[in-house]
């Protein structure tokens, strides 16, 4: 009940382009879906985060998707860099803010 | 605000060796957590502290692992009794409790069991 699952596992985007990573989760608990970055070598850094009481949030180039009935959400990145290129976790937590974070997306964005 | 500060950055031990790394959070920060994370997953929660209260410990953490905040400020976790499966990164995050909760992340240590 505490699973997140992340898809895709890697991602190839063209400089420019749209990079779409999706999670699904379980724990109808839940109610703070936050998204990090990874470089190599460094810890997550947040990027975006979403309550389920909004279907959509939009900062800058990264936007989120809420679906709370499919219990599901996802990660859009608009007009991709290479910059962008980095492992993509989504996570999920209740009241503790205890993150069970999803397996991860290495997005690569080609020049 | 230098961020969280996290050392030593890297560590390598031998089976059956204790091991201790420290956590310095953002100052104004009440919250820390430990994390742990293997290549190519996601990080895995450990335990969390709010103030000098351990409040959460993981069913997957075994007894071998301790952890404090004895102050409310910065954090030792200590493992005991090293085990090659015990290899990973291990990440400290803080944040300041509240509605717009954020966890914070520092880099890390990398500790290899050989």
């Known amino acids: 009940q505490q699973q997140v699952k992340q898809s895709p596992q890697s991602l190839i985007v063209q400089k420019g382009g749209i990079s779409i990573i999706n999670c699904a989760y379980e724990?109808?608990?839940?109610?703070?879906f936050p998204w990090y970055q990874q470089f190599p070598g460094k810890g997550p850094a947040l990027l975006i985060a979403?309550?389920?009481?909004?279907s959509e949030k939009k900062e800058g180039r990264f936007t989120i998707s809420f679906n709370k009935s499919a219990k599901q959400f996802s990660l859009h990145i608009m007009d991709s860099q290479p910059g962008d290129s980095a492992t993509y976790f989504c996570a999920a937590s209740g009241s503790a803010r205890q993150l069970t974070f999803g397996s991860g997306t290495q997005l690569t964005v080609l020049p | 605000d230098t961020g969280v500060s996290q050392d030593p950055r890297h560590k390598i031990t031998k089976r059956g060796q204790n091991v201790t790394f420290r956590c310095d959070p953002i100052?104004?920060?009440?919250?820390l957590y430990w994390y742990r994370q293997t290549l190519g997953q996601g990080p895995e929660f450990l335990t969390y502290f709010q103030n000098e209260a351990q409040l959460e410990k993981s069913r997957l953490l075994s007894d071998r692992f301790s952890a404090e905040r004895p102050k409310g400020s910065f954090s030792t976790l200590e493992i005991q009794r090293t085990e090659q499966g015990d290899s990973a990164m291990y990440l400290c995050a803080s944040s300041l409790q509240g509605i717009d909760e954020k966890l914070f992340f520092g880099s890390g240590t990398q500790l290899s069991v050989l």
């Open positions: 100052s104004e920060h009440n919250r």
């Open positions: 724990n109808t608990a839940f109610d703070y």
């Open positions: 979403i309550r389920p009481d909004v």
